[in-house]
T-cell receptor, first 113, second 119 residues
């Protein structure tokens, strides 16, 4: 089954404790991205990757890092989480430059206290 | 820069009523894609429809219908005879197609409209 998986689905952590949210897709997609969802703001893109070793900032990259060492994986790293990063996070992937449907993961609800 | 506006924050209806969700977009690209997603209380995003900028035909899928009007930059969504299971947040989104734009590949979302359907 074609899918995007994220782990963990729920995470409560404390300020400053480094964490990684994993994202994996099994569709051999080139393009992957991370979004965060906040009330009244919809979803906003954090980072994206057009292929292995190619990543770039989205609209709200501050406080986040990503890497793309393999095509299927695109982890989101919070080196020093802060309460304003409490949010619902979605990973997404799309096939190629000509495919416009994005496949979303199930979401990761992160709370930073 | 691209922008999507969903002016309705929340709409409450009684079951069997129709509900229309407004979506207005801005883009300088001539080729783009518009989307609607549903987010039920469980939190996942459910893809509903994709429409490209060259296809202005309205679409109907069961109780769902979409009205795309390029002249007013709108892509409105109507749920006919609403049901309690339609209670969710609905997002409209835009993706520009030109490879030269900085925003290529990005889905620009509206703020979302919460639909509450009561029995």
């Amino acid at each position: 089954e074609a899918q995007v998986t994220q782990n963990p689905r729920y995470l409560i952590t404390v300020t400053g404790k480094k964490l990684t949210v994993t994202c994996s897709q099994n569709m051999n997609h080139e393009y992957m991205s991370w979004y965060r969802q906040d009330p009244g703001l919809g979803l906003r893109q954090i980072y994206y990757s057009m292929n292995v070793e190619v990543t770039d900032k989205g609209d709200v990259p501050e406080g986040y890092k990503v890497s793309r060492k393999e095509k299927r994986n695109f982890p989101l790293i919070l080196e020093s989480p802060s309460p304003n990063q409490t949010s619902l996070y979605f990973c997404a992937s799309r096939g190629t430059v000509f495919s416009y449907e994005q496949y979303f993961g199930p979401g990761t609800r992160l709370t930073v206290t | 820069a691209q922008k999507v506006t969903q002016a309705q924050t929340e709409i409450s209806v009684v079951e069997k009523e129709d509900v229309t969700l407004d979506c207005v977009y801005e883009t300088r690209d001539t080729t783009y894609y518009l989307f609607w997603y549903k987010q039920p209380p469980s939190g996942e995003l459910v893809f509903l429809i994709r429409r490209n900028s060259f296809d202005e035909q309205n679409e109907i899928s069961g109780r769902y219908s979409w009205n795309f009007q390029k002249s007013t930059s709108s892509f409105n969504f109507t749920i006919t005879a609403s049901q309690v299971v339609d209670s969710a947040v609905y997002f409209c989104a835009l993706s520009e197609a030109a490879l030269t734009t900085d925003s290529w590949g990005k889905l620009q979302f509206g703020a979302g409209t919460q639909v509450v359907v009561t029995p």
